[in-house]
């Protein structure tokens, strides 16, 4: 079964940039799709917008969601990929920088050409009109960005340096002393001798050896921070108002507004005898006849307040069969 991945961009270079690397990595060109404000680079869903091809129906949460980014400048990468290489296409989208990332079911919004158009709601009862409420959810995604680093280079350098050593060094001193004196037993006459000195010296002996001295660590530190994003949402109020409120006031100023009671306490009163007319098994018969049911009917949502509530309930009933009769 296929999938599409749909991811939100900052940039249309950036999602053209995803594009290729999807290409790259061996998906069909055909099947991926990028679309901005200026429209698709491939958009295979008819007459209909890009939003209801993708996602089948422009009233979508995922389709406002990502129209409205759209609207902010970005752009939308879509590719379509089997089970086996959806989960390949939705790494590619996120390490590239997707600040929103949706998958689904192909065919689930999307319809292309020879698919089959995308069903519409069931329709409602004939005597019902339903008012949608429509409320905007924000989401919040999260990006790797880059906000710089640091780079460590080792090189090897040289200085000069220098040490200072005692060395020790021989010379031969050759003196000639004048003397005068008769030879001696110790000295030995007219006989040849050869006498050798031989002088030492020390000299500097240099010898390298590499130590440790500095060690430089490097590592990242990871914290964790609550930011608090705001923005804007959207929300359809409905406001319900009876088309026949106008008349219920004026015949609550004419007989209730002396009981204490105000028109907003008397309200779902009137509405409880409207309901009681629309009802068709009491089609023909007269308040009196209803009365009893109508009681009961009050007293067992609201014990004991019949006889304060009681005249709003008659009118509306009465008022509520007479617009029906005009209307038959």
């Excluded at 090189?155 to 060395?167: F, G, S």
């Amino acid at each position: 079964m296929s999938k599409t991945i749909v991811g939100l961009f900052e940039s249309r270079s950036d999602a053209e940039r995803v594009a290729q690397a999807l290409t790259d990595d061996g998906f069909d060109r055909r099947e991926i799709h990028v679309y901005d404000r200026a429209g698709a680079s491939r958009h295979d869903g008819g007459d209909g917008s890009f939003w209801s091809w993708l996602f089948g129906s422009d009233d979508d949460e995922d389709a406002r969601y990502y129209s409205e980014g759209v609207q902010r400048g970005g752009t939308v990468v879509a590719v379509t990929a089997g089970d086996e290489r959806a989960d390949r296409a939705h790494d590619i989208l996120e390490r590239r920088g997707a600040a929103e990332i949706h998958e689904q079911s192909a065919g689930a919004g999307m319809t292309g050409p020879g698919a089959g158009s995308v069903t519409s709601a069931p329709p409602t009862a004939s005597n019902e009109q339903v008012v949608p409420v429509v409320e905007e959810q924000l989401k919040v995604g999260k990006r790797d960005v880059s906000r710089g680093g640091v780079r460590v280079v080792s090189r090897v350098t040289e200085r000069p340096v220098e040490a200072h050593v005692r060395l020790r060094e021989e010379r031969v001193s050759v003196e000639r002393r004048p003397v005068d004196r008769p030879v001696s037993d110790a000295d030995t006459a007219f006989a040849e001798d050869t006498i050798e000195l031989t002088e030492s010296a020390e000299e500097a002996v240099v010898a390298k050896q590499a130590r440790v001295v500095e060690e430089v660590v490097v590592s990242k530190d990871v914290e964790e921070r609550t930011e608090t994003v705001r923005d804007r949402v959207r929300r359809t109020d409905v406001e319900i108002e009876r088309v026949d409120e106008q008349d219920f006031r004026r015949h609550w100023a004419a007989t209730g507004s002396g009981t204490g009671l105000s028109y907003e306490q008397c309200s779902s009163a009137y509405g409880y005898g409207c309901d009681l007319g629309r009802d068709e098994r009491d089609a023909g018969r007269q308040w009196s006849d209803v009365e009893d049911e109508a009681r009961t009917g009050w007293e067992e949502r609201n014990p004991g307040t019949w006889q304060s509530f009681k005249e709003p309930v008659r009118y509306a009933w009465n008022r509520t069969r007479e617009q029906g009769r005009r209307a038959a």
